[in-house]
């Protein structure tokens, strides 16, 4: 990796994330003392001083910290050498032509024939890159551009150019979606190929709507966040976060390098974000730009945010959005219907989503065939290099294409005359899906064609056409091709429910007694779930309806069991959140594929309760495992204790191994999240094979007194050191009553169901708790966990 600012160090610990040793160079500090020039540490100090403020990035840069011990530092003057043993340099420094080309040349005079080198460049033409390079380094070379953050933004652009073999192209998009995790789409060597193109073009267009039509920077973030299905930082967040006078300068660059787009020619830099630049109010970075973070305290004890007015030039109080257009969306929770019905809306805030939508329908119409020649390539790019959840294309078949052009065309918008030959053909949409494929109409062949970028994946809006097997109020169970079924979760936020639970049961049951190879259970929905239906507990237990509460979490503490117990394999795909309930299902599972990005934890102390849904039998069951001839066993007790106690949340599905959630010889790690699916479907296959029933355990060895004498001294010490309540001493006191099979005088062995029946009894009791109440309450109020 040569460049360790924040895209090349953030790149070295994603290669490093996927397994890969990394070298990671950069130049020297200027003005090193004479006397200390030959100190290692002082020459490799800048590419040190890079990986080290990657490391501490939050969001984390690295799956695992212990990842960062592939990383070597080094310099570009003594470690150039070291590039004849490595397979890919990856080059990320300034973006400047002259500096990169004296790069490259220095590059080549050490790399051995074969080996691909990319550049990360956001913009420059990569062709201008390769100039005067040999034939060997021109047929490898091309563009590799990755989104910041590296680890969590998704877009890989592959920009090859026209000496690039095909099969380094090919290489670079298959081993970025397989080993590296990303959306990888290939591009034209066009100015700031596909993702920056587009959405420098939304992003300016916006910033000229909001005050021609007298609307606030709060209620345009309003309209182009979440109820759009694009990020919470919408417009105006976005530019302070990326910063004033870097979005002036894209937005320069680009009107520069791109003499005949009209219509990015026709982009203007509002005076408004001029003024803020001269001002060098450039956002995030210097405390204030749009939003302006002040000293001054709200009743909860907030700083007090204010807002810049496009009017007045002048920051203000942040002023709480009222639109009709956003109060519906409110009360609309499928997203394309929230976006069809913003998009109809009479208001300002409806004339704001329409003219943009138009407009944004129109340029990338007319992008094509020149930044790419298939139109899913462009909404693969925006998806996953800006987390919008649709693409150009997609909103426009939301919104119908006819409409569309319509539309476009009054506010005089020109639409490429490809549409209007796609409907002229009798085509209503730019996709379909059928038999579990999503097709894309191909341009050159009037045709629909299947898209690329979507094989190997399951995504189950695929199957959306075909008559499920079987569904509940909060579940649908999809037959997913060579006998496997798939059970999706359908409640808001996934959250489990007595919907969910039958549906599990339902779907095991369907698979055990017909000609079914076994079960997934997975989504695609952003989180996995979010753990067990907190309201519906709550109620419960505020009504103090304990024997409806008692039945409950048997049903639940059951229906994990079913997972573990059936007679055909069952697997879990994760994703996003993994909490509590979900980790405990995940957990009874024959194996789990979880998506790198899954957060994994049994978070229940934080609601006042103990998991009891088999998750504290679980890691009583996994420590007795563990136990070998000779173990002194009280410090593995101890671990496990203070994970549940704690509650411990994976910030990765790799460290989620380290808290013994999930199992090195059992589940598995897929660092492409929508891949996860498919690959639970062939673990399912591989685990039907010869597949034998489990037998529930029945020898599962606890400590007795002995563990909970230790675990009382280890909770005691937790609260000596202030790191937890009294009442969290309280609940962490009932994990270690059944970690320890209760008050039993002696190790012994008892069963799975003994230690269900001691984990239920004192989750209940716990609700009958007035601060654990409290808790549960603060959480559904809040959305966060109170300390009591």
């Known amino acids: ?15 490093a994330n996927t397994g890969l040793e990394v070298l990671l160079l950069d130049i020297l500090p200027p003005d090193m003392p004479e006397a200390q020039a030959k100190n290692p540490l002082l020459r490799n100090s800048i590419a040190q001083k890079g990986l080290e403020n990657a490391i501490k990035a939050k969001p984390a840069s690295l799956y695992d910290l212990d990842f960062a011990r592939r990383i070597t530092v080094g310099n570009l003057e003594d470690d150039l050498p070291k590039l004849a043993g490595c397979d890919w340099i990856l080059e990320a420094v300034i973006e400047r032509l002259d500096i990169k080309k004296q790069l490259f040349e220095k590059v080549e005079r050490h790399r051995k024939p074969g080996t691909l080198i990319s550049s990360n460049t956001s913009g420059i033409p990569i062709g201008m890159m390769a100039e005067g390079r040999s034939e060997d380094f021109r047929r490898h070379f091309c563009g590799t551009h990755f989104f910041n953050p590296p680890r969590y933004l998704r877009l890989l652009e592959v920009i090859p150019t026209a000496a690039t ?24 060597d066009t100015p700031a190929f596909i993702a920056n193109r587009i959405g420098l073009f939304a992003l300016g267009n ?4 909001a005050p021609q039509l007298g609307l606030g920077i709060e209620a345009v973030d309003r309209l182009t966040g979440p109820a759009i299905g694009r990020p919470k930082t919408g417009t105006f967040r976005l530019v302070d976060l990326v910063g004033l006078d870097t ?21 203007s830099l509002p005076g408004y974000l001029m003024h803020l630049v001269e001002k060098k109010f450039y956002g995030n970075k210097t405390g204030q730009g749009f939003y302006k973070k002040t000293d001054q305290k709200d009743e909860q004890g907030k700083n007090i945010i204010q807002a810049f007015d496009l009017a007045t030039l ?16 409110k009360q609309i929770d499928d997203p394309r219907k929230r976006i069809k019905a913003l998009f109809q809306a009479e208001d300002k805030g409806g004339e704001f989503v329409r003219r943009s939508f138009l407009s944004l329908f129109s340029y990338a119409s007319n992008r094509i065939p020149e930044i790419s020649a298939e139109l899913f390539r462009i909404d693969d790019a925006l998806r996953a290099g800006f987390a919008w959840d649709f693409g150009p294309f ?4 939301i919104i119908g294409v006819q409409k569309g052009v319509e539309g476009a065309e009054a506010q005089g918008d020109a639409v490429a005359p490809w549409v209007k030959d796609m409907l002229s053909k009798g085509h209503r949409s730019f996709y379909k899906r059928e038999k579990g494929r999503l097709l894309f109409y191909d341009i050159p062949s009037g045709s629909y064609l299947p898209v690329s970028s979507a094989e190997g994946f399951i995504l189950l809006d695929n199957y959306r056409d075909q008559t499920p097997v079987h569904t509940t109020s909060e579940t649908t169970l999809h037959d997913i091709g060579d006998g496997v079924l798939c059970l999706e979760f359908t409640s808001k936020m996934n959250a489990i429910g007595e919907g969910i639970l039958q549906g599990i049961q339902d779907a095991i049951k369907i698979a055990e007694e017909g000609q079914w190879k076994g079960l997934v259970i997975g989504n695609n929905a952003p989180n996995f779930t979010v753990g067990a239906n907190l309201m519906m507990v709550a109620m419960m237990a505020y009504q103090q309806e304990y024997d409806e509460l008692n039945m409950a979490v048997n049903l639940f503490q059951q229906t994990v069991m079913r997972c573990r117990y059936s007679s055909v394999p069952v697997v879990a795909a994760t994703q996003g959140y993994v909490f509590g309930g979900g980790c405990e299902m995940v957990m009874h599972c024959d194996a789990a594929v979880c998506a790198a990005e899954s957060y994994i934890g049994l978070v229940e102390v934080g609601s006042g309760s103990i998991p009891g849904g088999g998750g504290t039998k679980g890691f009583a069951l996994r420590l007795s495992d563990s136990f070998f001839d000779g173990d002194v066993q009280i410090p593995s007790l101890v671990e496990k204790f203070r994970v549940i106690a704690t509650a411990q949340v994976s910030t990765s599905a790799y460290e989620a191994f380290k808290y013994g959630y999930l199992q090195p010889k059992k589940d598995m790690v897929e660092i492409n999240t929508p891949r996860n699916i498919a690959r639970a479907k062939e673990k399912v296959l591989e685990l039907a094979l010869g597949y034998t029933q489990p037998i529930q355990r029945e020898d599962i060895q606890v400590l007795g007194r002995g563990g909970l004498g230790a675990l009382y001294i280890a909770a005691n010490e937790l609260y000596l050191g202030r790191y937890a309540t009294e009442h969290d001493i309280k609940i962490a006191k009932k994990v270690a009553w059944v970690l320890c099979g209760g008050d039993l005088t002696a190790p012994q062995q008892v069963s799975e169901q003994y230690l269900l029946d001691l984990e239920r009894e004192a989750f209940l009791s716990l609700c009958g708790e007035p601060k654990s109440l409290e808790r549960m309450q603060y959480i559904l109020q809040n959305g966060k966990p109170l300390r009591n």
């Open 314 to 329: 002048e920051y203000g109080p942040s002023q709480r959005v009222k639109l009709p257009s956003l109060d519906l969306a």
């Open 394 to 397: 997609e909103y426009w078949d």
């Open 206 to 209: 916006a910033l000229e709507l």
């Open 1 to 15: 990796m040569l460049g360790s600012g924040l895209m090349g160090a953030g790149l070295a610990c994603h290669f």
């Open 165 to 188: 073999d095909p099969e380094v192209t090919a290489f670079f998009m298959d081993y970025g979606s397989r080993h590296l995790g990303k959306q990888t789409v290939l591009c034209k």
């Open 247 to 267: 979005a002036v300068k894209v937005i320069q660059d680009v009107k520069a390098n791109c003499p005949s787009d009209a219509a990015i020619q026709q982009l």
